[in-house]
């Protein structure tokens, strides 16, 4: 975007521009989110009309297959916008701000020695299902990553870029949890088993191969759907608000207050996700049969990574829900997320 130079008026009696060439004559300066508009250099075009790299780079041949050619059309992407607004001066103070909670959180635990409390199913449930979590978090991180890479706006980029960098805070708060567990519990793998029952462990299966499937889904609005509209409100659901409650129902005061830090970060993306989902059904009616199509593709798989956790989740500490019910309520979040949007969770 250019904005006009301060010039003298112009023969003519043309004026000298007010506003930012990329907006059209609005005759106002952007705000402070605005002026990321179409800043995406993959999808802009030099002043010269020329390519930036010759079209037949691999690059190029990339984003037209996995992004230009997607089922998924809205003609103008440019005209989304993030319901919360979010930029980076905004996002910082906002996580500086939660960082400093969950800071304090674990200064304030740090010398009680209340894990030594901790009963032994409690012990076993960390061991095996919170400290591999760090796995498909970031996982899920690279995902997000992803999609602000292909994505065909910048108001899109930075809503995934905000949403990569909260999942990898979510890895570095179970790091920090998982080794104050470690120098307590050194004999029950914490800080040294995590990968092996990630990828071992019959009960992670079922969310390592989703997981595994969306980093291998190149159509990036497929990969939207599936990580944004399927898997995170479903396993969100799970790791940040029922295991957390769980964790409090066991004493384990700690582990509530971090997951339930990382709540409000989730809540986010589902807001933003859903403003996307919505925008796209609103630029063209066929798109509900495309984002249709993929949630049947995807909801069984997220189905099957919160059963298998479900069953952990039921078989080790003293106080737990029913499988059935931890299943349910997972499931239920992302219907409900599919139902403001407008669409059909055909696994029901």
Request: hydrophobic fraction near 40%; include cysteine.
């Amino acid at each position: 975007m250019k904005q006009g130079k301060n010039e003298p008026p112009r023969r003519g009696g043309e004026q000298r521009r007010r506003t930012w060439s990329a907006f059209g004559d609005v005759r106002r300066v952007p705000s402070e989110y605005e002026i990321t508009h179409d800043t995406n250099y993959p999808s802009r075009s030099p002043p010269s009309g020329r390519p930036r790299a010759n079209p037949s780079s691999a690059a190029n041949l990339w984003l037209l297959t996995h992004r230009d050619r997607s089922p998924l059309r809205a003609g103008d992407w440019l005209g989304f916008r993030d319901p919360d607004q979010v930029t980076y001066r905004a996002y910082v103070t906002s996580q500086s701000q939660q960082e400093t909670a969950a800071a304090h959180i674990l200064e304030e635990y740090a010398g009680a020695s209340r894990d030594r409390l901790l009963a032994p199913g409690w012990r076993a449930t960390l061991a095996a299902l919170f400290a591999p979590v760090r796995f498909p978090f970031h996982g899920l991180q690279i995902c997000a990553a992803y999609i602000g890479q292909m994505a065909p706006s910048s108001y899109i980029t930075n809503c995934a870029a905000f949403g990569a960098a909260d999942l990898l805070r979510g890895v570095s708060l179970v790091a920090y949890r998982t080794r104050e567990l470690e120098r307590t519990y050194p004999e029950l793998g914490f800080g040294a088993q995590e990968r092996r029952r990630w990828e071992e462990h019959p009960a992670w299966q079922g969310a390592r191969k989703a997981i595994e499937l969306a980093l291998a889904t190149y159509d990036s609005a497929e990969s939207f759907t599936a990580v944004n509209l399927v898997l995170r409100p479903t396993l969100d659901d799970f790791w940040l608000r029922q295991v957390a409650d769980v964790a409090r129902a066991n004493g384990d005061d700690e582990t509530w207050l971090l997951l339930s830090n990382l709540q409000m970060d989730a809540r986010r993306c589902r807001r933003w996700s859903e403003a996307l989902a919505k925008y796209a059904l609103e630029k063209q009616s066929e798109n509900a049969s495309v984002l249709g199509k993929w949630i049947a593709k995807w909801a069984p798989r997220a189905d099957d990574a919160a059963a298998g956790l479900a069953s952990l989740l039921g078989s080790m500490p003293e106080h737990f829900p029913s499988e059935e019910k931890v299943r349910a309520k997972a499931r239920r979040a992302r219907t409900s997320l599919l139902e403001e949007i407008g669409l059909v969770d055909q696994s029901q």
